[in-house]
């Protein structure tokens, strides 16, 4: 029998679980919990499938049968019904949200869980510092190369060609995901390839030098500063890692008894699964640093917040990411043509490379560099624990040597038999 209004208030009052039939197909499907949800039970190309018409008493029953008589037309004409209410929701979706901005913010919703917050956050800041206020009202349809080449010129105006290119494929990908959700046909970014001024590599200054990092380490050595900014000033060229891996360095990640320091995945320049998910960068400590960080471990250690270089003003937080440079300025260096606290990676690279004859392999793991064997396979960085643990003590004993050689450098020998 067909349901009414009397039946379905008194089922809404006493649920009984299961279907129960209106006419044509249609029914009403009342679950264990309680919820009661108009639906019908179709066959297509691909099996069965089943059209839901919303829940009772959202949906009355007249509007139910309403839904269900249009549902069986479309049926009749070979037209699925699920399908045409997913076609009319993009087509209300194109309609009310086209212009750049609206794309670009749905686009960055749907990627924004892949990346690191920091990496997201700076994307959208590029948007809507440089793309907003001039495209962001456009219909992304109406944008072509030339009003897209009129905004990344004004990036370009103020000397920011890294950032007018990095805009430019951030559009570009917008653009892509505009055409999957057919907002426009073509995309306008491709055709400014070669468009833009060409970006100037901009290495980090590094001491590549025997003669010039031999002063150098007897500067920082010699520094007068706070015992926390001297410990960071003598690791940072000892351990080859990121300023900010070790900056936020914290006393539980180390363990001084067998020489090892495990810096957490999430705080590894990696994309956001790598982040979440990868293994930790596990840093063999050569017997200075274990010196080092046992002469200041009664200082920072003893706090109870954790931090391994806390800052000198705020102890509840680490030091500022631009401690170790201004050290370095104090001591006399240029920090833009000279040395940085991340010039101190591409040293020991350049210097255990080309000097010292380390497997380059064995370097690009202790940087935390992706490294491949020759067939493009990546290795897994812990096969290299042993290796690494070598080097950097081989390392470590060589800085000693370099800083206390007058007149004279180590020999390769010397320094591979430490």
Same mark, same amino acid.
């Given at each position: 029998?067909?349901?009414?209004?009397?039946?379905?208030?008194?089922?809404?009052?006493?649920?009984?679980?299961?279907?129960?039939?209106?006419?044509? %197909?249609?029914y009403? $499907?009342?679950?264990? +919990?309680? =919820?009661?949800?108009?639906?019908?039970?179709? #066959?297509?190309?691909? &099996?069965e499938?089943?059209?839901?018409?919303?829940s009772?008493p959202?949906?009355?029953l007249?509007?139910?049968?309403e839904k269900?008589?249009?549902?069986?037309?479309?049926k009749?004409?070979g037209?699925?019904?699920n399908?045409?209410?997913?076609?009319?929701?993009?087509?209300?979706?194109?309609?009310?949200?086209?212009?750049?901005?609206?794309v670009?913010?749905?686009?960055?919703?749907?990627?924004?869980?892949?990346w690191?917050?920091?990496?997201?956050?700076?994307?959208?800041?590029r948007?809507?510092?440089?793309?907003?206020?001039?495209?962001g009202?456009?219909?992304?349809?109406?944008?072509d190369?030339?009003?897209?080449l009129a905004?990344?010129?004004k990036?370009?105006?103020?000397g920011?060609i890294?950032?007018?290119?990095?805009?430019?494929?951030?559009? %570009?990908?917008v653009? $892509?995901?505009g055409? +999957?959700? =057919?907002?426009?046909?073509?995309?306008?970014s #491709?055709?400014?390839? &070669?468009?833009?001024?060409?970006?100037?590599?901009?290495?980090?200054a590094?001491?590549?030098?025997?003669?010039?990092?031999?002063?150098?380490?007897?500067?920082?050595?010699?520094y007068?500063?706070?015992?926390?900014?001297?410990?960071?000033?003598?690791?940072a060229?000892?351990?080859?890692?990121?300023p900010?891996?070790?900056?936020?360095?914290?006393?539980?990640?180390?363990?001084?008894?067998v020489a090892?320091?495990?810096?957490?995945?999430?705080?590894?320049?990696?994309?956001?699964?790598?982040?979440?998910?990868?293994?930790?960068?596990?840093?063999?400590l050569?017997?200075?640093?274990?010196?080092?960080?046992?002469?200041?471990?009664?200082l920072?250690?003893?706090?109870?917040?954790?931090?391994?270089?806390?800052?000198?003003?705020?102890?509840?937080r680490?030091?500022?990411?631009?401690?170790?440079?201004?050290a370095?300025?104090r001591?006399?260096?240029d920090t833009?043509?000279?040395?940085? &606290?991340?010039?101190?990676?591409a040293?020991?690279?350049?210097?255990?490379?080309?000097?010292?004859?380390?497997?380059?392999?064995v370097?690009?793991?202790?940087?935390?560099h992706?490294?491949?064997?020759s067939?493009?396979?990546?290795?897994?960085r812990?096969?290299?624990?042993?290796?690494?643990?070598?080097?950097?003590?081989?390392?470590?004993?060589?800085?000693?040597?370099?800083?206390s050689?007058?007149n004279?450098?180590?020999?390769?020998?010397?320094?591979?038999?430490?």
């Open positions: 029998m067909a349901l009414t209004e009397l039946k379905l208030r008194a089922l809404k009052a006493k649920p009984a679980p299961g279907k129960h039939t209106d006419g044509d %197909g249609l009403l $499907r009342i679950t264990p +919990a309680g =919820g009661m949800y108009w639906q019908w039970r179709i #066959r297509t190309s691909n &099996g499938t089943v059209v839901s018409y919303g009772y959202e949906v009355t007249a509007e139910a049968r269900h008589m249009d549902a069986r037309r479309q009749r004409s037209i699925n019904p399908e045409a209410k997913k076609a009319a929701k993009l087509a209300a979706m194109v309609s009310g949200a086209s212009n750049f901005e609206a670009t913010r749905e686009w960055f919703a749907t990627r924004k869980d892949e690191a917050p920091s990496y997201g956050d700076k994307i959208m800041r948007m809507e510092v440089d793309l907003f206020p001039y495209l009202r456009l219909p992304i349809a109406d944008i190369a030339p009003t897209l905004v990344l010129r990036i370009e105006s103020r920011a890294e950032t007018a290119h990095r805009a430019l494929e951030n559009c %570009g990908q653009f $892509r995901y055409i +999957a959700t =057919g907002r426009l046909r073509a995309d306008p #491709r055709d400014l390839k &070669g468009a833009l001024r060409k970006p100037v590599v901009k290495h980090m590094a001491v590549t030098d025997l003669d010039d990092l031999a002063a150098l380490l007897r500067a920082l050595h010699g007068s500063g706070t015992p926390v900014v001297r410990a960071a000033l003598q690791l060229p000892m351990l080859m890692l990121r900010g891996e070790l900056r936020f360095a914290r006393w539980e990640e180390m363990n001084l008894d090892t320091w495990t810096i957490p995945p999430g705080r590894m320049k990696r994309q956001r699964a790598g982040k979440l998910h990868g293994d930790p960068h596990i840093v063999p050569p017997s200075q640093a274990v010196d080092l960080l046992r002469d200041l471990q009664p920072t250690g003893s706090t109870g917040l954790g931090l391994v270089f806390r800052g000198e003003r705020d102890h509840e680490a030091m500022s990411e631009n401690t170790v440079n201004a370095l300025r001591l006399g260096y833009q043509k000279e040395v940085t &606290g991340h010039g101190f990676r040293t020991a690279r350049t210097i255990l490379d080309e000097h010292l004859g380390f497997d380059r392999a370097i690009e793991a202790q940087l935390a992706s490294v491949a064997d067939l493009g396979r990546a290795y897994n812990t096969e290299f624990l042993k290796q690494r643990r070598e080097m950097l003590q081989a390392w470590a004993d060589y800085l000693d040597r370099l800083r050689a007058k004279s450098r180590p020999t390769v020998q010397m320094a591979r038999d430490a």
